[in-house]
């Protein structure tokens, strides 16, 4: 039960960073990898707001959202933008994210070092015990959180008109245009929400497992696994399948070995994807 | 209402569309015909803002509109019905016909006495209204794409191929619901293949070949003329001797 409790803490986050993958690829068609580093400048935001001006943990949260939101602003508008209106938009925009992801950690390391530095929070200490599981409430936090966000993020598509047009555009992006949904628009909302919540996640893993400059990198490899788990495009198979690695790395860690734990990742995408190669949670497609 | 004068248009290298103008007054029905890759679509993809021009000019109700994004064209009342429908398939018909609003920033209710409105047109869409738009049949896609239309309150109608891949007697329903349309004073804009169906339903016609506008004329002169009878008509001449 420990175990399985602890997955489905990091699990979430997956869940959540897969999200706000999908959300973006979907939206701009871009592999957005520097979303790694979204996640990472989240955390030294709150870094930053928690250790250096002595705020609350809370208002580290608030400002990681707002830096990683910022700086998805601006890739949009400097760069994504740009890039998809070249010849081959995919290929110019995976080099792209690419060249963002190494040049925002290289300035990070610059600017702050490569040390390793924890995230103060005062959930970190406190520890709960319920039922038999103990877990710190920063875990706990980090997976309810993680769930809230994910859970507005559908509300906010399936009930609202900006969220009724994100989907009319991840649907058919003709028909978007035809009825007047403005794509730049859109980009632009898909990256502010997408990267907000990058930012979030960077937060909530800072304090347990530390801030530094390519911290973004794990987490990112893990939200493309699980996106590529779930077949690419189900945002609810994205969700389980998230929940799934989580608990797969946890028992990994915890009956096998603690050293190979970003390796059970991969051995449970291998192994997920020679049982269904078409993506754990798809049914076959009719395709008109 | 509509005034294309002399436009230029086309992708990467090859030019599509060289020189062509047309007009369409308030209230009128107009057809464009044309065979495949006559550039027909790239022509009305012009007007509604998805295809940037290269030369001449366009102008709706006196203003210009070229260079306008799609978004702002549908907001003055030109609407596209593009080919192929580009529905939302895994959006309800009623949230396809939501989006047909979005240009229009109005109230939730509003836009539900709107959509009544248009399943007064098509009574076959009232029970379907919460079924997915990709799993309705062909003619009732049809029937939700020019609804959606309609939703934007269009003044001028476009519509590209709406009778494609239907059968004959959907093909007849579709041209009459837009021989409806264009009695409520919409103007309509109609590019088909099936000349037939067209002519019966406009006062005025235009041949687009390879790019230019090779015939033009009333319904009646379109349907009269030879040219027009043994390429789009399929009505073949007797030889004369």
Sequence with gaps: ??????????????????????????????????????????????????????????????????????????????????????????????????????????????????????????????????????????????????????????????GTRGGRAMRATLEDRRGAEIVGISPAKTALIAMLLGSCMAGVAGALLGPMYLVYPTMGDAILIKGLIVIVLAGMRSSLGAISAALLLGIAESFGASYLSVGFSDAYAFIFLIIALMVRPNGLFTKSVLVR | MLEVSDITAGYGNSTVLTGVSLSIERGEAVTVLGANGAGKSTLIQAIAGLTPIRGGEIRFEGERIHGLSAARIVRRGLVLCPEGRHLFPQMSVRENLMLGAYSHKIRRSAIAAQID?????????????????????????????????????????????????????????????????????????????????????????????????????????????????????????????
């Design chain 1, 1 to 158: 039960m420990q175990v399985l409790a602890n997955g489905l803490a990091l699990g979430a986050i997956y869940a959540l960073v897969a999200s706000c993958l999908l959300l973006i690829f979907g939206i701009l068609e871009i592999p957005d990898f520097a979303l790694g580093g979204r996640i990472m400048v989240g955390g030294y935001a709150g870094y930053f707001v928690a250790e250096n001006l002595g705020l609350h943990y809370w208002i580290a949260v608030v400002a990681a959202a707002l830096a990683a939101g910022l700086l998805g602003v601006v890739s949009e508008l400097a760069v994504y933008r740009w890039l998809r209106n070249t010849p081959r938009p995919l290929l110019s925009g995976f080099i792209g994210a690419l060249v963002l992801l190494t040049a925002t950690e290289i300035t990070v390391q610059l600017l702050f070092t490569a040390d390793f530095r924890k995230l103060p929070s005062p959930y970190e200490s406190q520890i709960l015990d319920f039922a038999g599981i103990r877990m710190t409430e920063q875990r706990l936090l980090a997976g309810v959180v993680a769930l809230v966000l994910i859970a507005a993020l559908h509300a906010y598509l399936r």
């Design chain 2, 117 to 241: 409105e248009v399943l007064e047109i098509f009574p076959a869409l009232k029970e379907k209204r919460t079924v997915y738009a990709g799993s309705l049949s062909g003619g009732e896609q049809q029937m939700v794409a020019i609804g959606r239309a309609l939703m934007a309150k269009p003044r001028l109608l476009l519509l590209d191929e709406p009778s494609l891949g239907l059968a004959p007697l959907l093909v007849q329903t579709v041209m009459r619901v837009v021989g409806e349309i264009n009695q409520r004073g919409i103007a309509i804009g109609l590019v088909e293949q099936n000349a037939a169906a067209a002519l019966e339903l406009v006062s005025r016609g235009y041949v687009l070949e390879a790019g230019s506008v090779v015939i033009q004329g009333s319904a009646q002169e379109l349907s009269s003329d030879d040219r027009v009878r043994a390429a789009y008509l399929g009505v073949v001449e007797q030889a004369a001797d």
